[in-house]
């Protein structure tokens, strides 16, 4: 079936490092692939989404490529900031027809550090 | 951007009664909302989609008579859990898709239920 394996948290960094969050997946077909950002407080917020292979998706200094030949979909910033503090999901979208049905992964919480 | 609100964000009840989760597009127009059901450190899981003026589709294992779905408008979907136990304790978070849209789901802030 369809999943997605992201990896635990919580991630804790200083403010300018590098961040990687690594998420890949399990689908049948050419899925979408996305990552959503919750801050505390509030509700799930698109960050970027990548629809087929070798895209890459691109949002405030967020970046992901679709890798079908590894089934993965990593997260990077190149130097992150205290206001990226949040929990980060990535989630998949099977090819059906109709709107989307979104698999999550069990997120993962970063805190950057001043 | 589009704003989801879910109300409340937090109850607490008695074991035995029902609970009614509100989520409201405010500034557009959701033809399709969904539910989620989120277990500490587990994924957001799918219970259902609702459209509106129809019946809501139930996730496989997900059992329709304990947690009642109702669209009633283009604005307002709500998740009642009847006869709540302990073990239906969550995080409930909903999402709507804007008419004529299948490609974005705009999420509320969730709502925690704890079963005493």
């Known amino acids: 079936g369809n999943s997605v394996t992201q990896m635990e948290g919580p991630v804790t960094l200083s403010e300018e490092a590098f961040l990687t969050i690594n998420c890949t997946y399990t689908?049948?077909?050419?899925?979408?692939l996305f990552w959503y950002v919750q801050y505390p407080g509030e509700g799930l917020q698109l960050l970027l989404k990548?629809?087929?292979?070798?895209d890459k998706g691109s949002n405030k200094g967020f970046e992901a490529t679709y890798r079908k030949e590894t089934t993965s979909f990593h997260l990077e910033k190149g130097s992150v900031q205290v206001s990226d503090s949040a929990v980060y999901f990535c989630?998949?979208?099977?090819?059906?027809?109709?709107?989307?049905?979104?698999?999550f992964g069990t997120g993962t919480r970063l805190k950057v550090l001043a | 951007g589009a704003v989801v609100s879910q109300h409340p964000s937090w109850v607490i009840c008695k074991s035995g009664t029902s609970v009614k989760i509100e989520c409201r597009s405010l500034?557009?127009?959701?033809?399709?909302m969904f539910w989620y059901r989120q277990f500490p450190k587990q994924s957001l899981m799918l219970m259902a989609t609702?459209?509106?003026?129809?019946?809501?589709?139930?996730e496989q294992g997900v059992e329709k008579d304990k947690f009642l779905i109702n669209h009633a408008s283009l604005t307002l979907s709500t998740l009642t859990v009847t006869s709540a136990h302990p073990e239906d304790s969550s995080f409930y978070i909903c999402?709507?898709?804007?008419?004529?849209?299948?490609?974005?789901?705009?999420f509320g802030a969730g709502t925690r239920l704890s079963v005493l």
């Open positions: 999402s709507a898709a804007p008419g004529g849209r299948v490609d974005i789901q705009y």
């Open positions: 689908a049948t077909g050419y899925p979408s």
């Open positions: 990548a629809t087929k292979a070798d």
């Open positions: 989630a998949l979208s099977p090819p059906t027809s109709g709107t989307y049905k979104y698999i």
């Open positions: 500034d557009f127009q959701a033809t399709t």
């Open positions: 609702s459209n509106e003026g129809s019946k809501a589709t139930y």
